[in-house]
């Protein structure tokens, strides 16, 4: 039978979903079921005087109108927690519904249950409260200054936390030994992640029962169980089911635990009949956690060569109002440790100081840490390529970490598992013909015209946080672990269950590959399950790229777990010992005699038949694996943007995106370019177009999609795509993860591309986005 | 996302309409509803009652008289777009209405809503004011027109009245020897126009340009008709040094600014934008 | 509260709908087809594309009523006798959808497209399919998808020749 791991088998999802059958949280529909509209506040930080229900309570259709006196008058926790703890790191309440101050335009002050969507929105415009307006303050470099306005008075200068990681007084003296040195003063513009599904709960508490059914929009249903059940709730763990559907798109703004889904289920609790709460898509926007939102300055030591001798940060990370569920983990455990990139960097030393602002909460955005990470190390180089007159290529090539020295332990605390990045840069170099690029570059640019740039970005990525212990003593309030069941049904027809939760990724095809090809059985014969804690075991979720290297690991030992048991039966069966058993294409015999065989079925019948098992054989075919990895997976590549700018207008158009990926071996190659394609869409995206602004009053004035640029179809091109393949050694797939690489990498492409177009000026450095006014200007001050 | 209630009347005949109009004065007009609706749903908008006219016969329809093409105000952009007598005979407006948005809202959005509604990023406004349409409308008083030049007053205020209705609008057809040309540069969020040139020129046998108009959308609060620069052009033979040097001499107080685009910006883009339509709609006229 | 008759996938509905009820609430709340997203309330993204005779149509921004008689064709009604459309089928085989949320609205998009235009080039798919913003897939696979339908559907109608 030939192996269905690495092909591109068509996904099981789709007939359901392009025929408009996959549903949604919003498409469920509970006899009895009222609707929540929340009250948000327009201020982004003001004290609350007073709140007046009484219009909205009056209103015929209107059945509940509450506020956070309320909750916490109900008992109940009431909060929204943090999961990953700093030292030092100030943690202030934040609770579900904000009680007598509101730190952010768009947080919660009341909600109001009605029969039908649209009463609840009425009712929601005939609430009115008295605010006093306080001082706000949006940028963190500026929240860190004396005089700056005070979002928690327990949190001085609004510090949440100063962290280093790396060696100070080793890197200063790289500094100081080092003739050249170069320095960039960035800023990683704030996004806002738009999956298109907005984000949506629908709770069911039935009061005699006292148990929740939670359906929502979640990557990771038992992390909201399990929030809801400590912090929000108080319903014992048991009593909560969390149920996640079909889930349009996440990338990292459906992982935390928000105040919004909890509120629905309070309501729920309150009158006891279901309650849903869809966000609009400026509520989304004003609510689902932001992304990046750095201030930072990085330097870089090197030798006349260009060799890297040194590497100093230091970046204000904007949290937000308050701390998201993982924000205090993305701009330090998932950035500081990114830096040495793909270079051997002897000394590295990076300070990121977490700062609050009246904004909304920051946290995990597909790549979380790992592109602003990637953003700083390849701007610098590309500056040192710059200033030292080396091409970006070769500067690149001298600094590589070399195929020969993995297992590499950085500077940085991380210990990369294998890779080869040369191999991955020639091969880009060669798809793009580089030298022929460059010699068209130097043509145009004595001719006059448009401008070409080319940009390179050398990624290197970490995914599959790991192992759980060493993330827990960095302060992770989650285990990294993985569960996976596989059942084997007395037909021989499979049930996998998994803790991992899809939202687009295709779980439902590439883990029937897995096991399907670990069993040697048609893939149309593996079930599986996923999304509802009252089914699978309990399980982390997906997020950071960790489902195959992790989720799929798990299911891997799980079905090599069932063939041991299998070998046992069968050996039984044909009176062999154990060790003689072999087990081939589904097949369990005696090695030598393939004529004389027992297929899984049949073993899996007598197994469930039991009468005739190995003696002290419990019956059943089954297996449950929690897997903890080793260690992250350290997925890298090179990615290759070209572009013209045109020096009147100052517009970039993408001519040629070429990306070549090493993630390691690959399941389905059609779903792994699927997931680059959209990475670096993304990717682009930050570059080119999407920023959250922030007026000096806190408002987002960039909430809406008139105004806020995801990428559409006529704006990106066809991507040019190829691989490396540099299996990981320490799982049993080999796989590394692929769903953040392209964001991961793209930005820094495009901007490098941008900013070398841009070389004739003397243009070192601009901020993304890379709009067509900044690059104008850029070229303007520097005399055209 | 959930519009305000309203009272909702809908009008068979224009005659129903306007006495519907009488009847409830603050009342909305509503066409397409490509303009309202979003206002609405972000509740920017809350009329008491609308008046639906989608239906209203009088106002349908695309008619070529003499040297006119006559527009209904209910024709939609991707009617216009597709029109066989507007790409012949008045191709700015196909042109422009072809970039309008995206197909779904060209299906549905019409050419009265638009200018009726004269957001300044809008690409119709230009045209109009660049081929001196003209506006009809009808009122209680019965007709009335107005020159399209004259009909867009301050941000998204008309000369429309309140108890009137947008008819049509008549757009002489283009000459031999003339050429246009809608250039736009857009917004990469919303697809309204950061600058939007609408450039007609014509020229004599001799290859003198005898008339030359420019009109910009999204730089001012209203069309912005760079008429003194054309001034110079006409008589010139609209070569590019020419064009170039009259384009840098643009000047216009307070352009319009956003986080995306700057005043001064936009008025960059003019110089530009302008000059790239003006050559291209030169071009046009030349083959 | 009006009276409205919409004849919806080829079935006639007779409601008495509040004048403030947009079409989209219209079919998923009054009708239960959750085929038609929202993913915005500006008339962008697209996810709540429609065809309204025949035409795509974004159905957030039209109130029912306001399309009383006329006919509408959601990704319900799309496949006919159990057979998938050919962009239904496009999109499954090039992978032309992730999450999927996006995809009902981008298909009749796409499906008025290539009414409109039977042999897009790449460019007039990207500019086509403007309206509708997809944030999973790149749109690299969407445009793959259509072009490949594009080739079947130009098969078909020369097989029935």
């Keep these: 039978m030939a192996r269905v791991f690495g092909t591109s088998i068509r996904r099981r999802e789709d007939p359901a979903l392009i025929t408009g059958r996959g549903k949604f949280t919003d498409d469920f529909k509970l006899p009895n079921m009222a609707y929540a509209a929340i009250l948000r506040s327009p201020h982004a930080h003001a004290r609350i005087r007073k709140i007046d229900i009484d219009g909205a309570s009056r209103l015929p259709g209107v059945v509940g109108v509450y506020t956070g006196r309320d909750v916490q008058e109900s008992g109940v926790p009431g909060v929204v927690p943090v999961g990953w703890l700093l030292p030092n790191l100030k943690t202030p309440d934040h609770p579900i519904i904000a009680t007598d101050t509101v730190r952010y335009v768009g947080d919660a002050v009341a909600v109001v249950v009605a029969e039908d969507r649209y009463v609840a929105r009425d009712a929601v415009d005939l609430i009115s409260v008295d605010y006093e307006p306080l001082p706000s303050v949006t940028d963190p470099a500026r929240a ?24 100070e007084s080793k890197t200063a003296e790289a500094f100081n030994n080092a003739p050249r040195h170069v320095r960039v003063q960035l800023r990683n513009n704030r996004l806002i992640p738009h999956a298109i599904e907005p984000r949506s709960a629908l709770a069911d508490f039935n009061p005699a029962r006292k148990d929740l059914t939670l359906w929502m929009t979640s990557q990771n249903p038992h992390i909201h169980r399990l929030l809801m059940s400590l912090a929000s709730l108080g319903l014992p763990e048991q009593k909560i089911r969390v149920i996640a559907p079909e889930v349009g798109g996440g990338f990292g703004s459906k992982i935390h635990h928000y105040p919004d889904e909890a509120i629905t289920s309070w309501c729920s609790m309150q009158l006891g009949r279901p309650v849903k709460w869809t966000a609009t898509r400026s509520e989304a926007n004003l609510s689902d956690a932001h992304g990046r939102d750095h201030v930072t300055e990085a330097e870089l030591a090197l030798d006349d060569n260009g060799r890297i001798l040194g590497l100093r940060v230091q970046t204000y990370a904007n949290l937000g109002a308050y701390l998201s569920t993982f924000g205090p983990a993305v701009p330090t455990y998932l950035y500081g440790t990114l830096l040495s990139g793909e270079y051997d960097i002897p000394a590295i030393f990076c300070r990121v100081v977490g700062v609050f602002t009246n904004t909304t909460p920051v946290d995990a955005y597909r790549g979380a840490g790992r592109p602003e990470a990637t953003f700083v190390v390849e701007r610098l180089v590309d500056v040192a390529a710059h200033e030292l007159g080396i091409d970006p290529a070769e500067i690149r090539r001298r600094n590589f970490v070399p195929p020969d020295a993995f297992p590499f332990q950085t500077q940085v605390a991380l210990q990369y598992d294998s890779g080869n990045y040369e191999g991955a840069l020639n091969k880009a170099l060669e798809m793009a013909d580089y030298q022929a690029l460059r010699q068209e570059q130097e043509e145009r640019r004595a001719n006059g015209g448009k401008l070409l740039g080319i940009g390179l970005s050398t990624y290197i990525e970490a995914c599959g946080l790991a192992p759980s212990a060493v993330v827990g003593s ?58 509802d804690t009252d089914k699978v075991p309990f399980g982390w979720g997906t997020y950071g790229s960790r489902s195959a290297a992790v989720g799929g690991s798990a299911l891997a030992v799980s079905s090599d777990k069932i063939i041991e048991k299998g070998k046992r039966i069968a050996a039984h069966l044909l009176e062999a010992s154990v060790e003689d058993i072999v087990f081939e294409d589904g097949k369990f015999f005696v090695r030598g005699v393939p004529d004389k065989s027992h297929g899984i079925a049949e073993i899996a019948l007598q197994a469930h038949l039991a009468h005739n098992l190995p003696e002290g054989m419990e019956p059943g075919l089954r297996a449950t694996t929690f897997y903890d990895p080793p260690n992250f997976t350290f997925p890298f590549g090179t990615h290759l943007a070209v572009v013209e700018v045109d020096p009147e207008t100052g517009e970039v158009t993408l001519l040629r995106y070429l990306a070549v990926d090493d993630v390691g071996n690959v399941i389905n190659p059609m779903i792994v370019e699927g997931q680059l394609h959209g990475g670096i869409a993304q990717g682009i995206g930050q570059a080119l177009w999407e920023n959250a602004i922030y007026d000096e009053n806190g408002q987002l004035i960039t909430g809406e999609l008139l105004d806020y640029a995801v990428p559409k179809a006529h704006m990106v091109i066809s991507y040019e795509l190829d691989r490396t393949v540099t299996p990981c050694p320490h799982n049993p797939l080999g796989v590394k993860g692929t769903g953040e690489a392209g964001t991961i990498a793209a930005s820094a492409a495009v901007a490098n591309a941008v900013i070398d177009a841009l070389k004739p000026f003397g243009i070192k450095h601009l901020d993304m986005p890379l709009t067509p006014e900044r690059i104008w200007k850029s070229i303007h001050k520097n005399g055209r | 996302m959930f519009p305000a209630t309203f009272e909702y009347h809908r009008a068979q005949s224009l005659d129903e309409a306007l006495r519907l109009l009488q009847v409830h004065p603050d009342a909305k007009l509503l066409a397409g509803g490509h303009s309202l609706i979003p206002m609405m749903k972000l509740r920017l908008a809350q009329p008491p009652a609308l008046i639906d006219i989608g239906r209203v016969a009088e106002l349908k329809g695309i008619s070529h008289s003499g040297n006119a093409i006559r527009i209904g105000a209910l024709t939609t952009h991707a009617e216009i777009a597709s029109s066989p007598v507007i790409r012949e005979q008045v191709p700015l407006v196909a042109e422009a209405a072809s970039q309008v948005a995206d197909p779904a809202v060209r299906n549905k959005g019409t050419i009265g809503g638009n200018l009726s509604h004269a957001d300044p990023g809008s690409d119709l406004p230009g045209v109009m004011v660049a081929l001196d349409a003209v506006v009809h409308f009808r009122g209680p008083e019965g007709e009335r027109q107005t020159r399209a030049t004259e009909f867009f007053l301050d941000l998204m205020m008309t000369d429309l009245r309140p108890d009137e209705i947008l008819l049509a609008v008549e757009i002489p057809v283009a000459l031999q020897g003339s050429g246009c040309c809608y250039l736009k540069f857009e917004h990469p969020a919303s697809g309204y126009a950061v600058c939007g040139a609408a450039a007609v020129v014509e020229f004599d046998s001799s290859g003198s340009c005898q008339k030359c108009r420019l009109v910009f959308n999204g730089v001012k609060e209203i069309p912005w008709d760079a008429s003194e620069t054309c001034q110079q052009l006409v008589g010139t033979g609209l070569d590019e040094v020419t064009v170039t040097n009259a384009l840098d001499g643009l000047q216009i107080t307070d352009p319009m600014g956003d986080t995306y685009a700057s005043g001064p910006y936009r008025l960059h883009l003019a110089k530009i934008v302008g000059r790239r339509a003006l050559l291209k709609a030169a071009e046009r006229a030349r083959e | 509260m009006r009276e409205i008759t919409i004849e919806v996938n080829g079935k006639s509905h007779t409601r008495k709908v509040d004048p403030r009820l947009l079409l989209v609430h219209f079919l998923r709340d009054e009708l239960d087809l959750t085929g038609t997203n929202v993913g915005c309330e500006t008339s962008l993204c697209g996810a709540c594309t429609v065809l309204i005779d025949g035409k795509a149509v974004k159905s957030c921004t039209q109130f029912a009523v306001q399309i009383d008689g006329s006919s509408v064709q959601t990704i319900e009604g799309l496949a006919s006798n159990g057979e998938l459309h050919p962009l239904q089928q496009a999109f499954w085989e090039e992978h032309g959808l992730q999450c999927g949320y996006c995809t009902p609205g981008m298909i009749l998009a796409a499906a008025d497209l290539l009414k409109n235009n039977p042999q897009p080039t790449e460019e007039e798919i990207r500019k086509g399919l403007k309206g509708n913003i997809c944030r999973c897939t790149g749109y690299h696979n969407i445009v793959r998808a259509v072009q490949s339908a594009a080739r079947s559907l130009q098969r078909g109608s020369e097989g029935g020749r």
């Design chain 1, 144 to 167: 860190v200054q004396e005089g700056a306005a005070q979002v928690h008075s327990e949190a001085p200068k609004n510090i949440a936390f100063d962290w280093t990681i790396g060696d």
């Design chain 1, 474 to 531: 960095l302060g992770a309030q989650a285990g990294q672990w993985e569960s996976g069941e596989v059942r084997v049904h007395p037909t021989g027809s499979v049930t996998v269950y998994t803790g991992s939760s899809p939202h687009g990724q295709g779980h439902e095809t590439t883990f029937a590959q897995i096991v399907a090809d670990r069993l040697g059985i048609d893939p149309d014969q593996v079930e599986v399950i996923h999304g």
